[in-house]
């Protein structure tokens, strides 16, 4: 079964800095796109930043310049380097990975990680 754990949630005052980790277990094979999410109070989860094989990155407009994604393909890990942090950016921070195995779509969800900024 596959899992992937967050850590590395906490709070800062805005400016701060903190780091996303997700490390995953029980897959046999290296995801297709390892990635955040995020969801605050009363809003829709969004993508904050992924990165596909082959691809690229991609990121929110909203954290561009201030948040850096990176993975490591061969351990299915991924992070996420969040500076100059704002309170809107206060939410759940979610791993995410999908793709497709053998033609077959999978996507799995880590737990969460708060993320609290205040001014």
């Known amino acids: 079964q596959v899992q992937l754990v967050e850590s590395g949630g906490g709070s800062v005052q805005a400016g701060g800095s903190l780091r996303l980790s997700c490390v995953s277990s029980?897959?046999?094979?290296?995801?297709?796109?390892m990635g955040w999410y995020r969801q605050a109070p009363g809003k829709q989860r969004e993508l904050v930043a992924d990165?596909?094989?082959?691809?690229?990155?991609t990121y929110l407009d909203a954290v561009k310049g201030r948040f850096t994604v990176s993975r490591n393909g061969a351990k299915n890990t991924v992070y996420l380097e969040m500076n100059s942090l704002k309170p809107e950016d206060t939410a759940v921070y979610y791993c995410?990975?999908?793709?497709?195995?053998?033609?077959?779509?999978?996507?799995?969800w880590g737990q969460g990680t708060q993320v609290t900024v205040s001014s």
């Open positions: 995410n990975a999908r793709g497709s195995y053998v033609s077959r779509p999978y996507e799995y």
């Open positions: 029980g897959s046999r094979f290296s995801f297709t796109v």
């Open positions: 990165v596909s094989v082959g691809i690229g990155s």
